[in-house]
């Protein structure tokens, strides 16, 4: 008799970090439910969600499936401030809505409401995001503190599933907005056609296509860039990039294993022959 995936779903800490190889906790629940995942993927769960669900699913109990980062301090995310871009990559990329910040403007973590999923590193393009350990044993702090820690623990859930919902609902409304406005804007252009554009009460096609591409190419005259400007931003790119290569090499040359500190120590050369042939 398999398990609702909604009872399963419960049991998971619901940052929607896809490190179960899913797309979030809910479709590793139900992928649980049907009996195709092992229950011992969750990493941020631990072995606390290991034992519920080898409880609840009536199986043995097994070991973290990632042991070593099992064994990590819980962690938030923490954007380098002076480095950022405001590119609104790791924006987009939060399930929690937990990252402020626009387009071209400086981006900070909500350090309350971060559940530590991860997911906004791997889209920063300049490498300015890193994770802070924190002493807290689940994630997001933002929650009702209890003296239980099992109770502290569905309370931080319960958190991060209300953000990501939030989160989910918004989205759909832009997109239904959006939408909206699209076939508004549709509507009006074909009201606008001539009557000759007309035949026995149908839009002639061919009047529509030349419409829209003339409206394109009129758009697309007002929003062109001049190449001095769109060259001065990749340039500004280039450059955050190279910066964040430089930072990251230097720190896995101080921190990293023997094989991180090799291709640290080869960056780092073939930088410094760069910046000398430049010169």
């Known amino acids: 008799m398999s398990i609702a995936s909604e009872h399963i779903d419960r049991l998971l800490p619901q940052t929607q970090c896809r490190q179960c190889g899913y797309q979030g906790c809910l479709p590793y629940a139900q992928a649980l439910s049907r009996g195709e995942a092992e229950i011992n993927l969750c990493t941020p769960g631990g072995t606390a969600v290991i034992n519920d669900l080898a409880k609840l699913l009536n199986v043995q109990i097994l070991p973290p499936a990632d042991t070593l980062k099992a064994a990590l301090p819980k962690a938030i995310a923490v954007i380098d401030e002076t480095e950022c871009i405001g590119c609104t990559a790791c924006i987009k990329a939060c399930p929690v809505d ?45 929650r009702t503190l209890t003296d239980e820690q099992e109770s502290d623990r569905f309370a931080a859930a319960t958190q991060a599933s209300l953000r990501f919902q939030h989160r989910t609902e918004r989205l759909q409304r832009l997109q239904r907005l959006k939408e909206e406005q699209q076939y508004s804007r549709k509507l009006k252009e074909a009201s606008t056609i001539p009557s000759a554009t007309k035949s026995a009460g149908k839009i002639n096609p061919a009047a529509l296509i030349a419409k829209a591409m003339a409206k394109a190419q009129t758009q697309q005259i007002h929003r062109r860039v001049p190449d001095n400007q769109d060259s001065f931003q990749q340039q500004q790119i280039a450059k955050a990039q190279e910066q964040a290569g430089y930072r990251r090499a230097m720190r896995d040359l101080q921190y990293g294993n023997d094989q991180q500190k090799a291709e640290a120590l080869e960056w780092l050369r073939l930088y410094k022959q760069q910046r000398e042939s430049e010169q």
């Open 98 to 142: 937990a990252i402020m910040g626009a387009t071209k403007q400086m981006h900070t973590v909500i350090s309350a409401e971060c559940s530590g999923c991860e997911l906004c590193i791997a889209p920063c393009p300049v490498d300015c995001i890193d994770m802070q350990p924190v002493l807290e044993h689940w994630l997001p702090q933002a």
